[in-house]
């Protein structure tokens, strides 16, 4: 039988990494049974650079990146349920997207989780800056982009370039052109921000960012009511 030096690096890394993001849930699970707070960052010493997992991927960077993915899901699931703190979000999609840079999904809903559960709306962006320099005609990392603009940094200059921009990409989705209009136009804020969202939750096949998009709606729907009732106050 001969014996493939390539093959059983390989194997090695597979299980190394395999190993290493499994052991980020075992860590969360024993916290979890200590009921102790884990401290920011401190999970982040079982997962290593998405630039050293592709190096020792040998081929299987693909393979790694639903792997990491998976992962990426869970972590989020955990913190949802429990403290809804995600310091790793960003690194874990890091490592996904360095394996497999053409992973839409994998860009969106980091940059989701970063921007809207988070609070850190600059790494949302500059995830999905990352995307865009690998994927230039993907309208949807364009799209996303301007929602972060308009959503969380009220940027709406800069929303409405993204959105014009991904309006003009392959396949770009007719909303896309009706959301570049409502910027130029200065539509309402909360009006504008409650469509973005309800679209959200209409095209997304992912439970979490439907679950986030069914909360803002909640919220925007709240403050349009007490905004209306100001307004009848004041009359």
């Excluded at 699931?77 to 310091?87: A, F, I, V």
């Excluded at 919220?219 to 009732?229: A, M, P, Q, T």
């Amino acid at each position: 039988m001969r014996f493939s030096v390539r093959s059983a690096l390989r194997d090695v890394a597979l299980v190394v990494l395999a190993l290493g993001l499994m052991s980020g849930g075992i860590c969360i699970k024993k916290e979890m049974a200590k009921k102790t707070e884990p401290q920011p960052g401190e999970e982040l010493m079982y997962f290593p650079s998405g630039t050293f997992v592709r190096q020792t991927a040998l081929g299987q960077e693909c393979t790694l990146a639903d792997v990491a993915w998976l992962r990426a899901i869970q972590y989020y699931g955990q913190h949802r349920l429990t403290d809804r703190r995600y310091e790793m979000i960003g690194h874990i999609s890091d490592i996904v997207t360095t394996l497999d840079p053409g992973f839409i999904q994998a860009y969106v809903f980091g940059a989701m989780v970063l921007s809207q559960d988070a609070g850190r709306p600059r790494d949302g962006l500059a995830l999905l800056r990352k995307g865009m320099l690998s994927n230039p005609d993907d309208w949807l990392l364009a799209f996303e982009t301007g929602f972060i603009y308009y959503t969380v940094l009220r940027d709406y200059r800069s929303a409405g370039r993204y959105f014009a921009l991904s309006s003009k990409l392959p396949d770009a989705p007719e909303f896309t052109s009706r959301f570049a209009a409502f910027v130029e136009e200065r539509a309402g804020h909360t009006e504008t921000a409650l469509e973005l969202w309800e679209e959200a939750a209409a095209s997304t096949h992912n439970k979490y960012i439907k679950e986030m998009a069914e909360e803002k709606i909640a919220e925007l729907k709240d403050e349009l009511e007490r905004e209306r009732l100001d307004r009848e106050r004041s009359l």
